[in-house]
């Protein structure tokens, strides 16, 4: 709470700069993409946990506190193993691709009730060679998520619009057709028609390398959070 009342005085962007991620963490992911096999990655993972592990570990631990001054109620846990970075190792158990490792590294910032095991909206960052974004939102909930979150468009209109007027465009995949029970007229039907409802932002290899890029982190993921905050009253969830 000290923290976080701290940050409210306190702006993001005066936060002190340190450099995480480097040309390394990059030219690793690059590398892994021309060498997706056991042998090669045993060989490398010390690599692995120099360039890639242990910076970003240390990018989630320095992101706790701002990620806390824009909501406490989403967790940046740093741990290695059943925090916010996923796992370089693929599920390869029902994929026709059998290489044994993402060439691209996550971590994924989610709402403290997601650990309850229900549909909650989040923030992320993926960083891969020439596609690395942040994003927020909520990405393929459960039917009955998604129908809370479409009634409250439909019951809320002047929220919705807010959320709209606020410059964060929010997208995902979309129904070909108005989702059954909703007026095919209504004003925001392109709106309810939304599967995932996410906003995102792209950046450079330049900007995830340079000492400001966890400010810059920080100062989208509070612009991104019209919808999030939106989705979270739908769902009942604290801000």
């Not at 925090?83 to 190792?89: D, V």
């Not at 029902?94 to 993402?102: L, V």
């Not at 792209?202 to 920080?218: G, L, M, N, T, W």
Request: proline share 8%.
């Amino acid at each position: 709470m000290l923290i976080r009342l701290a940050l409210l005085y306190y702006p993001i962007r005066a936060m002190p700069k340190t450099q995480h991620f480097s040309p390394e963490t990059f030219k690793f992911l690059e590398d892994l993409k021309r060498n997706n096999n056991r042998d090669w990655f045993a060989a490398n993972k010390q690599r692995y946990e120099s360039a890639v592990r242990d910076p970003f570990l240390k990018f989630i631990a320095d992101f706790a506190p701002l990620l806390h001054g824009i909501s406490a109620s989403f967790t940046a846990d740093p741990r290695p193993s059943g925090g916010s970075l996923f796992r370089i190792y693929r599920d390869i158990r029902f994929s026709h691709d059998k290489s044994p490792y993402k060439t691209h590294v996550a971590a994924h910032f989610p709402h403290v009730d997601a650990s309850k095991g229900v549909s909650t909206p989040g923030f992320y960052l993926h960083l891969e060679p020439e596609s690395s974004f942040a994003a927020a939102g909520i990405w393929r909930p459960d039917a009955q998520t998604l129908m809370r979150i479409r009634s409250a468009i439909v019951e809320r209109p002047a929220d919705w619009r807010l959320v709209r007027r606020s410059k964060v465009n929010v997208e995902g995949e979309k129904l070909s057709r108005p989702p059954r029970g909703f007026d095919p007229e209504h004003p925001f039907i392109e709106d309810l028609k939304l599967k995932d409802f996410v906003t995102s932002v792209r950046f450079s290899e330049k900007q995830v390398c340079s000492p400001k890029f966890i400010v810059d982190f920080a100062a989208n993921c509070k612009k991104m959070t019209p919808p999030l905050r939106f989705i979270a009253a739908s769902l009942d969830l604290d801000w």
